[in-house]
């Protein structure tokens, strides 16, 4: 089974997503990973108003209430930690993006050397050939930050990115969240607790009987990118209008 030698970088963009991943490390028991705190503001420092919380509950864990954390960011932001770890150990550094681009940006345009310096940058997000989750035209975590998004993907850098057309084939579904529930491991039953709120919100918003594994497989991919078969290309992102968001693909030619 592959191990992950050092995963280092969580980033954070508001309070409640502090909570969230202060929390989720405690639970599983690995506060000697650092978490850094993200940027409030968009890369063009617009408000970043949609919290989805709609999806993730209140408290972005499934309205479960638990223990606030003990624990607390490093001193240094997100973007900071980024460029820091990635010229200390150049070309070795994953990132795995799993919200809005901003702090990718922010470590690209204050270090000329970051995009050399990183490894892969391996994100969720876009809507590729499919309508979006927001909207018909863009997926959440694009939409998020969308002049983020298309400097991340025009960097130069070394882009994988997991799509919702890949993403909502990947289904953890009602009978599975049986099987886990009979399981009586610490993080089976902390995952059940919070499965509640995503469950509902799939049958409601897409009639789904089960919950989509955006992250988990993002993550897979970056862990075992054999798993997926990807194709090469460029991307664009709209940044105005009704379809700001809206993530455009060409495989014709590679620059
Ligand atoms: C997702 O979209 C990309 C880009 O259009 C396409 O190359 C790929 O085959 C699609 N994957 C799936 C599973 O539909």
Known sequence: MFRLSGILIVFVTNHLLRIFLVTQLEIAGRTDIPVAEGSHV??????????ADFVHGTDGLGNQNFPPPKGKPIEQSAAEFLIEQASLYPGKVTVVALGPLTNIALAIQSDSSFVKNVGQIVL????????????????????????????????????????????????????????????SGKFAQYLCKILDVYFSYHHDAYSTKGVYLHDPTTLLAAVDSSLITYVEGVVRVQTVGITRGLTLFYNKQKR
């Open 42 to 51: 968009t890369i063009t420092k617009g408000t970043k108003l949609r919290i």
């Open 124 to 183: 969720l997000g876009g809507a590729f050939s499919v309508n979006g989750n927001v909207n018909p035209a863009a997926e959440a975590n694009i939409f998020g930050d969308p002049d983020a998004a298309d400097l991340v993907f025009t960097s130069g850098a070394d882009v994988l990115a997991i799509g919702l057309n890949v993403t909502h084939q990947v289904v953890l579904t009602d009978a599975d969240r049986d099987k886990l529930a009979e399981s």
